[in-house]
Protein backbone atom coordinates (compact mmCIF):
# COMPACT_ATOMS: atom_id res chain seq x y z
CA UNK A 1 0.00 0.00 0.00
CA UNK A 2 2.70 2.65 1.09
CA UNK A 3 4.46 1.73 -2.42
CA UNK A 4 1.08 2.49 -4.44
CA UNK A 5 0.96 5.73 -2.63
CA UNK A 6 4.78 6.66 -3.13
CA UNK A 7 4.04 6.25 -7.07
CA UNK A 8 0.60 8.22 -6.55
CA UNK A 9 2.06 10.80 -4.75
CA UNK A 10 4.78 10.88 -7.81
CA UNK A 11 2.42 11.07 -10.16
CA UNK A 12 0.44 14.35 -8.74
CA UNK A 13 3.78 15.86 -8.64
CA UNK A 14 4.83 15.60 -11.93
CA UNK A 15 1.29 16.42 -12.98
CA UNK A 16 0.77 19.53 -11.29
CA UNK A 17 4.52 20.72 -12.49
CA UNK A 18 3.34 19.99 -16.05
CA UNK A 19 -0.05 21.49 -15.76
CA UNK A 20 1.76 24.70 -14.26
CA UNK A 21 4.23 24.50 -17.15
CA UNK A 22 1.83 25.11 -19.93
CA UNK A 23 0.38 27.90 -17.56
CA UNK A 24 3.00 29.58 -17.59
CA UNK A 25 4.71 31.84 -20.14
CA UNK A 26 7.14 30.34 -22.17
CA UNK A 27 8.86 32.67 -23.24
CA UNK A 28 12.74 33.53 -22.57
CA UNK A 29 14.00 35.42 -19.71
CA UNK A 30 18.11 36.24 -21.31
CA UNK A 31 20.00 36.00 -23.95
CA UNK A 32 21.25 32.59 -22.43
CA UNK A 33 18.15 31.23 -23.31
CA UNK A 34 18.03 31.99 -27.04
CA UNK A 35 21.19 30.42 -27.16
CA UNK A 36 19.52 27.19 -25.67
CA UNK A 37 16.39 27.43 -28.26
CA UNK A 38 18.78 28.25 -31.11
CA UNK A 39 20.95 24.89 -30.42
CA UNK A 40 17.39 22.86 -29.65
CA UNK A 41 16.15 24.54 -33.59
CA UNK A 42 18.83 23.16 -35.45
CA UNK A 43 18.81 20.23 -33.91
CA UNK A 44 15.27 19.51 -34.55
CA UNK A 45 15.45 21.06 -38.43
CA UNK A 46 19.03 19.43 -39.21
CA UNK A 47 19.85 16.76 -36.37
CA UNK A 48 23.04 19.41 -36.27
CA UNK A 49 24.32 21.44 -33.55
CA UNK A 50 25.27 24.17 -36.40
CA UNK A 51 23.50 27.39 -36.05
CA UNK A 52 23.28 29.27 -39.25
CA UNK A 53 22.90 33.10 -38.69
CA UNK A 54 23.60 35.02 -41.53
CA UNK A 55 25.20 34.41 -45.02
CA UNK A 56 28.51 32.30 -45.28
CA UNK A 57 31.02 34.98 -46.33
CA UNK A 58 30.01 37.22 -43.21
CA UNK A 59 32.89 37.01 -40.79
CA UNK A 60 31.70 38.56 -37.05
CA UNK A 61 32.05 38.23 -33.91
CA UNK A 62 28.70 40.12 -33.21
CA UNK A 63 26.90 37.25 -35.13
CA UNK A 64 28.04 34.87 -31.97
CA UNK A 65 25.17 36.78 -29.77
CA UNK A 66 28.42 36.45 -27.04
CA UNK A 67 27.51 32.85 -26.50
CA UNK A 68 27.67 31.34 -29.82
CA UNK A 69 31.02 29.79 -30.80
CA UNK A 70 32.43 29.58 -34.14
CA UNK A 71 33.56 24.90 -34.61
CA UNK A 72 34.94 23.38 -37.25
CA UNK A 73 30.98 23.54 -39.22
CA UNK A 74 29.91 26.69 -38.18
CA UNK A 75 28.20 28.17 -35.34
CA UNK A 76 27.47 25.90 -32.55
CA UNK A 77 25.96 26.84 -28.41
CA UNK A 78 28.36 27.05 -26.17
CA UNK A 79 26.13 24.81 -23.94
CA UNK A 80 26.58 20.86 -23.00
CA UNK A 81 23.91 19.60 -26.04
CA UNK A 82 21.49 17.69 -23.21
CA UNK A 83 19.02 20.42 -24.15
CA UNK A 84 19.07 20.33 -27.81
CA UNK A 85 18.94 16.63 -28.18
CA UNK A 86 16.31 16.17 -26.05
CA UNK A 87 14.51 19.91 -26.21
CA UNK A 88 14.42 20.20 -30.09
CA UNK A 89 11.85 16.97 -30.20
CA UNK A 90 9.77 18.29 -27.52
CA UNK A 91 9.87 21.94 -28.51
CA UNK A 92 8.62 20.59 -32.06
CA UNK A 93 5.65 18.40 -30.30
CA UNK A 94 4.71 21.05 -27.98
CA UNK A 95 5.92 24.67 -28.89
CA UNK A 96 7.90 26.53 -26.64
CA UNK A 97 6.43 24.82 -23.40
CA UNK A 98 8.20 21.93 -24.86
CA UNK A 99 11.91 23.00 -24.35
CA UNK A 100 11.56 23.87 -21.05
CA UNK A 101 9.48 20.04 -20.33
CA UNK A 102 12.59 18.03 -19.33
CA UNK A 103 13.49 21.06 -17.03
CA UNK A 104 10.09 20.88 -14.93
CA UNK A 105 9.83 17.49 -15.27
CA UNK A 106 13.17 17.60 -13.38
CA UNK A 107 11.76 20.22 -10.93
CA UNK A 108 9.04 17.83 -10.35
CA UNK A 109 11.15 14.97 -9.58
CA UNK A 110 13.71 16.34 -6.74
CA UNK A 111 10.78 17.49 -5.22
CA UNK A 112 9.35 14.07 -5.23
CA UNK A 113 13.16 13.28 -3.70
CA UNK A 114 13.52 15.62 -1.04
CA UNK A 115 10.83 14.48 0.60
CA UNK A 116 11.65 10.85 0.67
CA UNK A 117 15.88 11.93 1.57
CA UNK A 118 14.09 14.08 4.48
CA UNK A 119 12.03 11.11 5.55
CA UNK A 120 14.40 8.85 5.83
CA UNK A 121 17.52 10.27 6.87
CA UNK A 122 16.55 13.64 8.74
CA UNK A 123 13.39 13.15 10.70
CA UNK A 124 10.43 11.18 8.90
CA UNK A 125 7.44 11.86 7.19
CA UNK A 126 6.98 15.77 8.58
CA UNK A 127 10.17 17.02 8.21
CA UNK A 128 10.32 15.61 4.69
CA UNK A 129 6.46 18.05 4.15
CA UNK A 130 8.16 20.75 5.49
CA UNK A 131 11.93 20.21 3.43
CA UNK A 132 9.35 20.53 0.59
CA UNK A 133 7.47 23.06 1.53
CA UNK A 134 10.80 25.83 2.07
CA UNK A 135 12.04 24.14 -1.05
CA UNK A 136 8.91 25.51 -3.26
CA UNK A 137 7.92 28.48 -1.08
CA UNK A 138 11.19 29.73 0.53
CA UNK A 139 13.52 29.64 -1.91
CA UNK A 140 13.72 30.32 -5.80
CA UNK A 141 13.42 27.05 -6.84
CA UNK A 142 10.66 27.50 -8.80
CA UNK A 143 11.85 30.21 -10.55
CA UNK A 144 14.31 28.17 -12.40
CA UNK A 145 11.70 25.21 -12.32
CA UNK A 146 10.28 26.71 -15.17
CA UNK A 147 12.48 27.91 -17.39
CA UNK A 148 14.89 26.89 -20.53
CA UNK A 149 17.67 27.21 -18.49
CA UNK A 150 18.16 23.50 -17.44
CA UNK A 151 19.08 24.72 -13.98
CA UNK A 152 16.77 22.01 -12.34
CA UNK A 153 18.44 18.92 -14.73
CA UNK A 154 21.09 19.56 -12.55
CA UNK A 155 19.63 19.99 -9.51
CA UNK A 156 17.90 16.84 -9.71
CA UNK A 157 20.96 14.94 -10.97
CA UNK A 158 23.16 16.44 -7.96
CA UNK A 159 20.48 15.56 -5.43
CA UNK A 160 19.92 11.85 -6.92
CA UNK A 161 23.51 11.00 -6.85
CA UNK A 162 24.08 12.22 -3.80
CA UNK A 163 21.17 10.66 -2.25
CA UNK A 164 22.06 7.22 -3.04
CA UNK A 165 25.57 7.99 -1.52
CA UNK A 166 24.30 8.48 1.17
CA UNK A 167 22.22 4.94 1.52
CA UNK A 168 25.65 3.62 -0.12
CA UNK A 169 26.81 4.64 3.26
CA UNK A 170 24.41 2.96 5.93
CA UNK A 171 23.58 0.25 4.10
CA UNK A 172 25.25 -2.43 1.39
CA UNK A 173 21.79 -3.41 0.11
CA UNK A 174 22.41 -3.15 -3.86
CA UNK A 175 25.84 -1.89 -4.24
CA UNK A 176 26.10 -2.31 -7.55
CA UNK A 177 22.63 -0.80 -8.31
CA UNK A 178 23.23 2.00 -6.53
CA UNK A 179 27.03 2.58 -7.06
CA UNK A 180 26.32 2.46 -11.51
CA UNK A 181 23.02 4.64 -11.21
CA UNK A 182 24.75 7.59 -9.36
CA UNK A 183 27.54 7.77 -11.76
CA UNK A 184 25.11 7.61 -14.53
CA UNK A 185 22.68 10.16 -13.42
CA UNK A 186 26.02 12.08 -12.75
CA UNK A 187 26.67 11.80 -16.25
CA UNK A 188 23.30 13.23 -17.77
CA UNK A 189 23.49 15.81 -15.49
CA UNK A 190 26.70 16.42 -17.13
CA UNK A 191 24.83 16.29 -21.03
CA UNK A 192 22.83 19.72 -19.95
CA UNK A 193 25.28 21.58 -17.37
CA UNK A 194 29.10 21.40 -16.55
CA UNK A 195 28.41 21.85 -13.08
CA UNK A 196 26.95 18.43 -12.21
CA UNK A 197 30.54 17.38 -12.18
CA UNK A 198 30.97 18.96 -8.88
CA UNK A 199 29.11 16.59 -7.56
CA UNK A 200 31.45 13.30 -8.39
CA UNK A 201 34.86 14.45 -6.03
CA UNK A 202 32.27 15.08 -3.56
CA UNK A 203 31.04 12.00 -4.01
CA UNK A 204 34.25 9.78 -4.37
CA UNK A 205 34.90 11.71 -1.21
CA UNK A 206 32.64 10.94 0.94
CA UNK A 207 32.68 6.53 -0.34
CA UNK A 208 36.36 6.81 0.61
CA UNK A 209 35.48 8.03 3.93
CA UNK A 210 32.47 6.20 5.26
CA UNK A 211 31.77 3.46 2.45
CA UNK A 212 32.70 0.81 3.08
CA UNK A 213 34.99 -1.37 -0.29
CA UNK A 214 35.34 2.08 -1.46
CA UNK A 215 37.40 1.72 -4.56
CA UNK A 216 34.86 -0.94 -5.82
CA UNK A 217 32.26 1.56 -5.17
CA UNK A 218 34.20 4.06 -7.10
CA UNK A 219 34.90 1.79 -9.81
CA UNK A 220 30.96 0.74 -10.57
CA UNK A 221 30.35 4.81 -10.28
CA UNK A 222 33.00 5.35 -13.11
CA UNK A 223 31.28 2.64 -15.21
CA UNK A 224 28.13 4.36 -14.50
CA UNK A 225 29.85 7.93 -15.73
CA UNK A 226 31.88 7.03 -18.57
CA UNK A 227 29.41 6.44 -21.20
CA UNK A 228 28.14 10.06 -20.80
CA UNK A 229 31.76 11.30 -20.65
CA UNK A 230 32.11 9.79 -23.59
CA UNK A 231 28.90 11.25 -25.06
CA UNK A 232 29.77 14.57 -23.67
CA UNK A 233 33.44 14.27 -25.16
CA UNK A 234 32.29 13.20 -28.71
CA UNK A 235 29.67 15.99 -28.92
CA UNK A 236 32.40 18.62 -27.71
CA UNK A 237 34.52 17.32 -30.50
CA UNK A 238 31.78 17.73 -33.36
CA UNK A 239 31.09 21.04 -31.93
CA UNK A 240 34.33 22.95 -30.85
CA UNK A 241 36.95 20.09 -32.25
CA UNK A 242 38.42 19.75 -28.85
CA UNK A 243 37.80 16.35 -26.69
CA UNK A 244 37.24 17.82 -23.28
CA UNK A 245 33.37 17.29 -22.03
CA UNK A 246 33.99 20.01 -19.83
CA UNK A 247 34.53 22.91 -22.96
CA UNK A 248 32.89 25.93 -23.93
CA UNK A 249 34.71 26.10 -26.83
CA UNK A 250 36.76 28.94 -25.63
CA UNK A 251 40.84 28.87 -25.17
CA UNK A 252 39.33 31.81 -22.54
CA UNK A 253 36.22 32.67 -20.73
CA UNK A 254 33.01 30.52 -19.23
CA UNK A 255 35.39 29.40 -16.45
CA UNK A 256 35.20 25.43 -17.27
CA UNK A 257 39.34 25.64 -17.89
CA UNK A 258 41.30 23.69 -15.68
CA UNK A 259 43.86 26.72 -15.22
CA UNK A 260 41.11 28.94 -14.28
CA UNK A 261 40.57 26.82 -11.16
CA UNK A 262 43.79 25.18 -10.66
CA UNK A 263 44.61 26.73 -6.81
CA UNK A 264 41.25 25.11 -5.77
CA UNK A 265 42.19 21.98 -7.18
CA UNK A 266 45.28 21.95 -5.38
CA UNK A 267 43.69 22.69 -2.39
CA UNK A 268 40.59 20.07 -2.83
CA UNK A 269 43.42 17.36 -3.63
CA UNK A 270 45.45 18.32 -0.75
CA UNK A 271 42.49 18.11 1.81
CA UNK A 272 41.14 15.18 0.31
CA UNK A 273 44.18 13.70 0.71
CA UNK A 274 44.77 14.43 4.24
CA UNK A 275 41.05 13.16 5.01
CA UNK A 276 41.72 9.72 3.26
CA UNK A 277 45.15 8.94 5.67
CA UNK A 278 43.63 9.97 8.64
CA UNK A 279 40.33 7.91 8.09
CA UNK A 280 42.74 5.06 7.10
CA UNK A 281 44.80 5.36 10.28
CA UNK A 282 42.43 7.10 12.88
CA UNK A 283 41.95 3.86 14.87
CA UNK A 284 46.02 3.61 15.50
CA UNK A 285 46.06 7.22 16.49
CA UNK A 286 46.50 7.60 20.20
CA UNK A 287 46.91 11.36 20.16
CA UNK A 288 43.77 12.40 18.39
CA UNK A 289 43.98 15.72 19.86
CA UNK A 290 47.02 16.26 18.61
CA UNK A 291 46.14 15.73 15.62
CA UNK A 292 43.20 18.38 15.51
CA UNK A 293 45.60 20.69 16.49
CA UNK A 294 48.31 19.86 13.74
CA UNK A 295 45.73 19.91 11.35
CA UNK A 296 44.29 23.34 12.14
CA UNK A 297 47.98 24.72 13.07
CA UNK A 298 48.93 23.39 8.94
CA UNK A 299 45.95 24.78 7.53
CA UNK A 300 46.41 28.17 9.31
CA UNK A 301 49.76 27.64 7.77
CA UNK A 302 48.33 27.27 4.14
CA UNK A 303 45.82 30.22 4.33
CA UNK A 304 48.89 32.59 5.18
CA UNK A 305 50.81 31.05 2.46
CA UNK A 306 47.90 31.06 -0.28
CA UNK A 307 46.67 34.36 1.58
CA UNK A 308 45.49 35.98 -1.79
CA UNK A 309 43.03 32.53 -2.75
CA UNK A 310 41.74 32.65 0.58
CA UNK A 311 40.90 36.41 0.94
CA UNK A 312 39.33 35.87 -2.56
CA UNK A 313 37.15 32.79 -1.15
CA UNK A 314 36.39 34.41 1.75
CA UNK A 315 35.25 37.38 0.13
CA UNK A 316 32.85 35.43 -2.69
CA UNK A 317 31.40 33.72 0.37
CA UNK A 318 30.58 36.70 1.84
CA UNK A 319 29.31 38.17 -1.48
CA UNK A 320 27.86 35.00 -2.52
CA UNK A 321 26.41 33.88 0.90
CA UNK A 322 25.73 37.21 3.10
CA UNK A 323 25.70 40.69 1.37
CA UNK A 324 25.61 40.74 -2.84
CA UNK A 325 26.43 44.60 -2.45
CA UNK A 326 29.90 43.62 -1.93
CA UNK A 327 30.89 42.00 -5.14
CA UNK A 328 32.96 43.01 -7.91
CA UNK A 329 31.94 43.50 -11.40
CA UNK A 330 32.93 45.83 -14.29
CA UNK A 331 30.64 45.35 -16.59
CA UNK A 332 28.09 48.21 -17.39
CA UNK A 333 24.90 46.13 -16.62
CA UNK A 334 25.92 46.37 -13.22
CA UNK A 335 25.38 50.04 -11.62
CA UNK A 336 26.70 50.63 -7.98
CA UNK A 337 24.37 52.92 -6.98
CA UNK A 338 25.66 56.05 -4.22
CA UNK A 339 22.83 54.28 -1.19
CA UNK A 340 24.73 51.36 -0.85
CA UNK A 341 22.55 48.97 -3.21
CA UNK A 342 23.62 47.11 -6.32
CA UNK A 343 21.71 47.04 -9.65
CA UNK A 344 22.55 44.24 -11.87
CA UNK A 345 20.87 44.26 -15.22
CA UNK A 346 17.39 46.33 -13.84
CA UNK A 347 17.83 43.22 -10.66
CA UNK A 348 17.91 43.25 -7.61
CA UNK A 349 20.37 40.50 -7.03
CA UNK A 350 20.44 38.81 -3.59
CA UNK A 351 23.14 36.53 -1.91
CA UNK A 352 21.75 33.54 -1.01
CA UNK A 353 21.18 34.29 2.65
CA UNK A 354 19.57 37.89 1.73
CA UNK A 355 17.08 35.27 -0.59
CA UNK A 356 16.38 33.25 2.38
CA UNK A 357 17.20 35.02 5.32
CA UNK A 358 15.78 31.42 7.36
CA UNK A 359 18.84 29.72 6.14
CA UNK A 360 21.25 31.51 9.00
CA UNK A 361 18.77 29.18 10.92
CA UNK A 362 22.11 26.15 9.97
CA UNK A 363 24.24 28.01 12.40
CA UNK A 364 22.39 25.78 14.69
CA UNK A 365 23.50 22.74 13.40
CA UNK A 366 26.02 23.41 16.27
CA UNK A 367 23.35 22.42 18.91
CA UNK A 368 20.77 21.02 17.39
CA UNK A 369 20.29 17.53 14.90
CA UNK A 370 21.56 15.40 16.66
CA UNK A 371 19.83 12.45 16.02
CA UNK A 372 21.29 13.05 12.01
CA UNK A 373 24.36 11.00 11.76
CA UNK A 374 27.76 13.22 11.78
CA UNK A 375 29.15 11.09 8.56
CA UNK A 376 25.94 12.41 6.53
CA UNK A 377 26.13 15.97 7.73
CA UNK A 378 29.97 16.28 6.94
CA UNK A 379 28.92 14.56 3.66
CA UNK A 380 26.51 17.64 2.99
CA UNK A 381 29.32 19.95 4.47
CA UNK A 382 31.88 18.49 1.37
CA UNK A 383 29.50 18.67 -0.98
CA UNK A 384 28.90 22.49 -0.18
CA UNK A 385 32.89 22.95 0.09
CA UNK A 386 33.30 21.63 -3.36
CA UNK A 387 30.76 23.18 -4.77
CA UNK A 388 31.80 26.71 -3.59
CA UNK A 389 35.66 25.95 -5.46
CA UNK A 390 34.72 27.21 -8.54
CA UNK A 391 32.37 30.33 -7.52
CA UNK A 392 33.81 31.79 -4.06
CA UNK A 393 37.03 32.60 -5.40
CA UNK A 394 35.72 34.42 -8.80
CA UNK A 395 32.88 36.50 -7.26
CA UNK A 396 31.10 34.29 -9.98
CA UNK A 397 27.41 35.38 -9.51
CA UNK A 398 25.56 34.23 -12.59
CA UNK A 399 24.80 37.23 -14.54
CA UNK A 400 21.40 38.80 -14.94
CA UNK A 401 19.45 37.01 -12.42
CA UNK A 402 17.81 37.86 -8.93
CA UNK A 403 19.34 35.44 -7.25
CA UNK A 404 22.42 33.28 -7.00
CA UNK A 405 21.58 30.07 -9.00
CA UNK A 406 24.45 28.30 -9.42
CA UNK A 407 23.94 26.93 -6.13
CA UNK A 408 20.22 25.81 -6.80
CA UNK A 409 21.94 22.18 -6.27
CA UNK A 410 22.64 23.01 -3.07
CA UNK A 411 19.27 23.88 -1.77
CA UNK A 412 17.21 20.73 -1.32
CA UNK A 413 19.89 19.80 0.88
CA UNK A 414 19.58 23.01 3.00
CA UNK A 415 15.99 23.01 3.04
CA UNK A 416 16.27 19.47 4.68
CA UNK A 417 18.50 20.58 7.78
CA UNK A 418 16.49 23.75 8.15
CA UNK A 419 13.32 21.87 8.15
CA UNK A 420 14.71 19.41 10.69
CA UNK A 421 15.60 22.84 12.66
CA UNK A 422 12.39 24.27 12.50
CA UNK A 423 11.35 21.41 14.01
CA UNK A 424 13.67 21.10 16.76
CA UNK A 425 13.57 24.67 17.50
CA UNK A 426 9.41 24.98 17.69
CA UNK A 427 9.27 22.03 19.92
CA UNK A 428 11.46 23.92 22.59
CA UNK A 429 8.52 27.28 22.78
CA UNK A 430 5.17 27.34 23.67
CA UNK A 431 2.30 28.18 20.86
CA UNK A 432 5.11 28.45 18.51
CA UNK A 433 2.50 28.83 15.29
CA UNK A 434 1.29 32.36 17.14
CA UNK A 435 4.83 33.25 17.47
CA UNK A 436 6.09 32.17 13.79
CA UNK A 437 2.93 34.86 13.07
CA UNK A 438 4.29 37.68 15.05
CA UNK A 439 7.48 37.29 13.16
CA UNK A 440 5.83 37.49 9.74
CA UNK A 441 3.75 40.74 11.11
CA UNK A 442 6.19 42.23 12.28
CA UNK A 443 8.42 41.22 8.93
CA UNK A 444 5.78 43.06 6.90
CA UNK A 445 5.68 46.23 9.16
CA UNK A 446 9.05 46.74 9.21
CA UNK A 447 9.28 46.03 5.06
CA UNK A 448 6.42 48.91 4.84
CA UNK A 449 8.17 51.31 7.35
CA UNK A 450 11.54 50.80 4.96
CA UNK A 451 9.33 51.26 2.03
CA UNK A 452 8.32 54.72 3.68
CA UNK A 453 11.50 56.04 5.21
CA UNK A 454 14.26 54.56 3.59
CA UNK A 455 16.13 56.37 0.45
CA UNK A 456 17.23 52.87 -0.74
CA UNK A 457 13.48 51.54 -0.94
CA UNK A 458 12.75 47.88 -3.02
CA UNK A 459 15.96 47.34 -3.36
CA UNK A 460 17.23 48.47 -0.07
CA UNK A 461 14.34 45.68 0.93
CA UNK A 462 16.41 43.22 -1.11
CA UNK A 463 19.81 44.14 -0.17
CA UNK A 464 20.01 45.63 3.13
CA UNK A 465 16.89 44.67 5.01
CA UNK A 466 17.40 40.88 3.99
CA UNK A 467 20.58 40.53 5.59
CA UNK A 468 19.45 42.65 8.85
CA UNK A 469 17.04 39.87 9.49
CA UNK A 470 19.54 37.27 8.24
CA UNK A 471 22.14 38.41 10.87
CA UNK A 472 19.27 38.64 13.38
CA UNK A 473 18.20 35.04 13.23
CA UNK A 474 22.42 33.42 12.81
CA UNK A 475 22.77 35.81 15.91
CA UNK A 476 19.39 34.24 17.91
CA UNK A 477 20.56 30.60 16.86
CA UNK A 478 24.14 30.78 17.92
CA UNK A 479 23.16 32.49 21.21
CA UNK A 480 20.52 30.10 21.53
CA UNK A 481 22.89 27.13 22.15
CA UNK A 482 26.32 29.37 24.20
CA UNK A 483 24.21 31.47 26.44
CA UNK A 484 22.34 29.05 28.97
CA UNK A 485 21.06 31.56 31.16
CA UNK A 486 18.44 33.04 29.05
CA UNK A 487 17.84 30.21 26.53
CA UNK A 488 14.66 30.17 26.96
CA UNK A 489 13.99 33.82 26.03
CA UNK A 490 16.69 33.62 23.42
CA UNK A 491 14.94 30.70 21.63
CA UNK A 492 11.21 32.59 21.86
CA UNK A 493 12.93 35.12 20.08
CA UNK A 494 15.03 33.28 17.41
CA UNK A 495 10.94 31.04 16.49
CA UNK A 496 9.67 35.19 15.85
CA UNK A 497 12.52 35.79 14.07
CA UNK A 498 12.47 33.16 12.23
CA UNK A 499 8.75 33.82 11.16
CA UNK A 500 9.91 36.98 9.74
CA UNK A 501 12.70 35.14 7.60
CA UNK A 502 10.19 32.60 6.47
CA UNK A 503 8.23 35.67 6.08
CA UNK A 504 10.80 37.67 3.73
CA UNK A 505 11.98 34.48 1.69
CA UNK A 506 8.47 34.04 0.39
CA UNK A 507 8.22 37.04 -0.15
CA UNK A 508 11.16 37.37 -2.45
CA UNK A 509 10.48 33.92 -4.23
CA UNK A 510 6.92 35.49 -5.27
CA UNK A 511 7.95 38.78 -6.19
CA UNK A 512 11.11 37.10 -8.08
CA UNK A 513 8.90 34.44 -9.77
CA UNK A 514 5.96 36.86 -10.85
CA UNK A 515 8.98 39.70 -12.18
CA UNK A 516 10.41 36.38 -14.25
CA UNK A 517 7.26 35.58 -15.61
CA UNK A 518 6.58 39.47 -16.25
CA UNK A 519 10.08 39.35 -18.29
CA UNK A 520 9.12 35.97 -20.04
CA UNK A 521 6.21 37.48 -20.91
CA UNK A 522 7.68 40.71 -22.58
CA UNK A 523 9.62 38.49 -24.71
CA UNK A 524 6.75 37.12 -26.25
CA UNK A 525 5.33 40.40 -26.62
CA UNK A 526 8.27 41.76 -28.33
CA UNK A 527 8.19 38.78 -30.56
CA UNK A 528 5.23 39.29 -32.22
CA UNK A 529 5.59 42.94 -33.08
CA UNK A 530 9.64 42.23 -33.98
CA UNK A 531 7.80 39.80 -36.55
CA UNK A 532 7.15 43.32 -39.00
CA UNK A 533 11.11 43.13 -39.46
CA UNK A 534 11.58 42.76 -43.53
CA UNK A 535 13.39 39.30 -45.30
CA UNK A 536 16.91 39.98 -45.86
CA UNK A 537 17.56 42.33 -42.39
CA UNK A 538 19.98 42.33 -40.15
CA UNK A 539 18.79 43.06 -36.90
CA UNK A 540 20.84 44.49 -33.84
CA UNK A 541 18.15 43.68 -31.16
CA UNK A 542 18.14 41.41 -28.12
CA UNK A 543 17.77 38.00 -29.48
CA UNK A 544 15.06 36.69 -27.21
CA UNK A 545 12.84 39.42 -28.49
CA UNK A 546 13.39 37.45 -31.78
CA UNK A 547 11.98 33.82 -30.88
CA UNK A 548 9.33 34.41 -34.59
CA UNK A 549 11.74 36.40 -36.52
CA UNK A 550 15.36 34.35 -35.83
CA UNK A 551 17.21 31.41 -37.54
CA UNK A 552 15.18 31.87 -40.56
CA UNK A 553 17.12 32.39 -44.17
CA UNK A 554 17.92 35.96 -44.41
CA UNK A 555 17.14 36.48 -40.63
CA UNK A 556 20.53 37.83 -39.09
CA UNK A 557 20.68 38.59 -35.34
CA UNK A 558 24.09 40.68 -33.90
CA UNK A 559 24.93 41.54 -31.22
CA UNK A 560 26.95 45.05 -30.27
CA UNK A 561 29.67 44.60 -27.70
CA UNK A 562 27.83 46.91 -25.00
CA UNK A 563 28.57 43.72 -22.65
CA UNK A 564 32.34 43.82 -22.84
CA UNK A 565 32.87 47.63 -23.49
CA UNK A 566 33.74 50.01 -20.57
CA UNK A 567 30.79 52.56 -20.35
CA UNK A 568 33.33 55.36 -21.17
CA UNK A 569 34.10 53.44 -24.46
CA UNK A 570 30.53 52.98 -25.88
CA UNK A 571 31.67 54.88 -29.64
CA UNK A 572 33.01 51.51 -31.04
CA UNK A 573 30.55 49.00 -29.84
CA UNK A 574 29.52 48.20 -33.70
CA UNK A 575 31.02 45.86 -36.33
CA UNK A 576 30.73 48.45 -38.97
CA UNK A 577 32.69 46.47 -41.56
CA UNK A 578 29.85 43.65 -41.20
CA UNK A 579 27.33 47.01 -41.54
CA UNK A 580 28.92 47.58 -44.69
CA UNK A 581 28.57 43.98 -45.83
CA UNK A 582 25.11 43.64 -45.26
CA UNK A 583 24.58 46.84 -47.38
CA UNK A 584 26.38 45.71 -49.77
CA UNK A 585 24.58 42.21 -50.11
CA UNK A 586 21.29 44.20 -49.89
CA UNK A 587 20.31 43.69 -46.78
CA UNK A 588 18.68 46.53 -44.37
CA UNK A 589 20.05 46.67 -40.91
CA UNK A 590 17.92 47.75 -37.90
CA UNK A 591 19.06 48.27 -34.59
CA UNK A 592 17.45 48.49 -31.45
CA UNK A 593 16.71 51.80 -29.51
CA UNK A 594 18.70 50.90 -26.26
CA UNK A 595 21.85 50.24 -28.53
CA UNK A 596 22.23 52.96 -30.07
CA UNK A 597 25.44 55.30 -29.35
CA UNK A 598 26.63 58.29 -30.17
CA UNK A 599 29.55 56.24 -31.98
CA UNK A 600 26.57 55.30 -34.02
CA UNK A 601 24.46 58.43 -34.61
CA UNK A 602 27.75 60.61 -35.42
CA UNK A 603 29.36 57.82 -38.16
CA UNK A 604 29.89 58.90 -41.86
CA UNK A 605 28.47 57.81 -44.23
CA UNK A 606 25.51 55.95 -42.32
CA UNK A 607 22.28 57.76 -41.08
CA UNK A 608 19.17 56.71 -38.24
CA UNK A 609 16.05 56.53 -39.92
CA UNK A 610 13.24 56.08 -36.54
CA UNK A 611 10.87 53.20 -38.20
CA UNK A 612 7.66 51.88 -37.25
CA UNK A 613 8.18 48.39 -35.84
CA UNK A 614 8.27 48.23 -32.28
CA UNK A 615 6.03 49.25 -29.20
CA UNK A 616 5.22 52.92 -28.71
CA UNK A 617 8.78 54.66 -27.49
CA UNK A 618 10.64 51.60 -28.51
CA UNK A 619 10.62 51.56 -32.11
CA UNK A 620 13.36 50.72 -34.08
CA UNK A 621 15.99 52.60 -36.16
CA UNK A 622 17.33 51.60 -39.88
CA UNK A 623 20.98 52.25 -40.33
CA UNK A 624 20.82 53.68 -43.76
CA UNK A 625 23.93 54.19 -46.09
CA UNK A 626 24.38 57.49 -47.43
Not at 231 to 248: C, D, E, I
Not at 407 to 412: D, E, I, S, T
Not at 560 to 573: E, F, G, I, K, Q
Request: glycine fraction near 10%; charge should be neutral.
Amino acid sequence: MTFARSYWSLGAVVIAFTLALFALSPGFFTIDEFIYFAGADAFANSRSFVVSNGPGDWHSEQLQLQLLVPGPSGLTPQYPPGTAILGGPLMSLFGLHGLMLVNTLSAALTVYLLYAIAKRHFGGHEVGLVSCALLLGGTFFLEYAFAVWPHAVSVLCVTWAFALTLDAIKSDNSLIFRSVAAGAVIGFGLLFRTDTILVLPAVGLVLFLFADRPYLRSALLGAGFLPFLAAASAANWVKFGTFNPLSYGRKTGGAVTFADHLPAFIGLALAGAVFLVLHSSWSKIRRKDLVFWTIGALGLVLAIIAHGFTLRYLHGFWGLVVDATILQDSRPGVAYLDNGTVNFWGLWKKALGQSMPWLALLLGLTWGARDIESRIKLSILILAVIWSLPFFPKDWHGGMSSNMRYFLPLLPWLCALAAKLIFEIVGTVSDPVRKLLIGAVLLVLAEQLWLLFSATHFAGVNQILSTYVFGLIGLLALSSFFVAKYQSMLRTALVVALGGGLALSVHFATFDFLNAQYNRNKSLVMNEVYREIPERSLAYVPSRFLLGWALAPGHVVASPNLLVSAPSDRSDTFDYDLIRQAHEDGYRVFVARNYVTDGLRNRKGLRLIETDIGLEGQTLFEIRAE
